[in-house]
Nanobody, 123 residues
Framework: QVQLVESGGGLVQAGASLRLSCAAS????????MGWFRQAPGKEREFVAVISWNSRNRNYADSVKGRFTISRDNAKNTVYLQMNSLKPEDTAVYYC????????????????WGQGTQVTVSS
């Protein structure tokens, strides 16, 4: 069992930066790939970024490449999403999730989810 708690969301202006954190409970965190997803009002949940258990592999949605960076610290049981050059279209609830077997871009392959943190970017 893995419990995930996101933090770091907020209201910022376009062009600003935010760093989201996702703290995980459980001793098996380091064996999970970790992903970030987001869901805007009235839209489907979408993939943002994923990092493999050992940080060797990372993947990003095209919409955030070059602006967002995913990282993890297994000693702290935490995964991060550094978001730079934020745009109004980045406004959404951001969720972290744990994937035991893959480092997938598909939300249905994830085993555990956090409760989400709101990110709002004003123009």
């Amino acid at each position: 069992q893995v419990q995930l708690v996101e933090s770091g969301g907020g209201l910022v202006q376009a062009g600003a930066s935010l760093r989201l954190s996702c703290a995980a409970s459980g001793r098996t965190f380091s064996s999970y790939a970790m992903g970030w997803f987001r869901q805007a009002p009235g839209k489907e949940r979408e993939f943002v970024a994923v990092i493999s258990w050992n940080s060797r592999n990372r993947n990003y949605a095209d919409s955030v490449k070059g602006r967002f960076t995913i990282s993890r610290d297994n000693a702290k049981n935490t995964v991060y999403l550094q978001m730079n050059s934020l745009k109004p279209e980045d406004t959404a609830v951001y969720y972290c999730a744990a994937d035991r077997w893959n480092w997938s871009t598909k939300d249905y392959e994830y085993d555990y989810w956090g409760q989400g943190t709101q990110v709002t970017v004003s123009s």
